[in-house]
């Protein structure tokens, strides 16, 4: 069974940095969609961005476009989300999610596997 293990959250100011990582433990996803999801207070979940293991193309909702890069590290296994340019909006708990289907999609239904969550908290 396939574990992910999300970390790298922590508190910021606005306009700062921070990355996430997603390590996996289990099994091996290459070939899978790899995401990352978030949701605030009282708000539904929400997609950031994905990659595809295998191609490296990216996807990114329009809050986060320019701001926050996908990336992965096939060796160590392992997903990141480079965020820069912090706004107190982008505070939330984040996920990294993985698709054990071909396809890039936004849709947290579509992917099968789900890391415990990381905090981040953007202070203005």
């Known amino acids: 069974q396939a574990e992910l293990i999300d970390s790298g959250g922590g508190l910021v100011q606005a306009g700062g940095s921070l990355r996430l990582s997603c390590a996996t433990s289990?099994?091996?996803?290459?070939?899978?969609?790899r995401g990352w999801f978030r949701r605030a207070p009282g708000k539904e979940r929400e997609f950031v961005a994905a990659i595809n293991w295998s191609a490296g193309n990216t996807d990114y909702s329009d809050s986060v476009k320019g701001r926050f890069t996908i990336s992965r590290d096939k060796a160590k296994n392992t997903v990141y989300l480079q965020m820069n340019s912090l706004k107190p909006e982008d505070t939330a708990v984040y996920y990294c999610?993985?698709?054990?289907?071909?396809?890039?999609?936004?849709?947290?239904?579509?992917?099968?596997?789900w890391g415990q969550g990381t905090q981040v908290t953007v202070s203005s």
């Open positions: 999610a993985a698709r054990t289907k071909n396809g890039m999609t936004s849709v947290p239904a579509a992917y099968d596997y």
């Open positions: 289990g099994s091996t996803f290459s070939g899978y969609v």
